[in-house]
């Protein structure tokens, strides 16, 4: 399993509207969102090849000025 910690900048007035499609997708947890347009989310992915496809769709998504991978961990399954 892989985690991942992102920090998403969207256009403050798009904002919501990102963060309510991020919490759509499959993997993805919004944990914060705040009014200048920083959204803090988790994604879980069972690979590396998934973690790396779901970040350039969070940088390809209207509205989504950056996206930052700031934490990554990996576990093995049990």
């Not at 900048?9 to 919501?16: G, I, L, T």
Request: overall charge negative; hydrophobic content about 45%.
């Amino acid at each position: 399993m892989n985690i991942s910690g992102v920090l998403v900048h969207a256009y403050p007035e798009k904002a919501a509207t990102v963060a309510r499609k991020l919490e759509s997708m499959e993997g993805f947890e919004v944990h914060a969102n705040t009014a200048e347009g920083k959204i803090v989310v988790t994604i879980e992915k069972a690979d590396d090849n998934s973690i790396a496809d779901a970040m350039l769709e969070l940088q390809d998504m209207p509205g989504v000025l950056n996206a930052s991978m700031v934490y990554h961990q990996f576990e093995d399954s049990i």
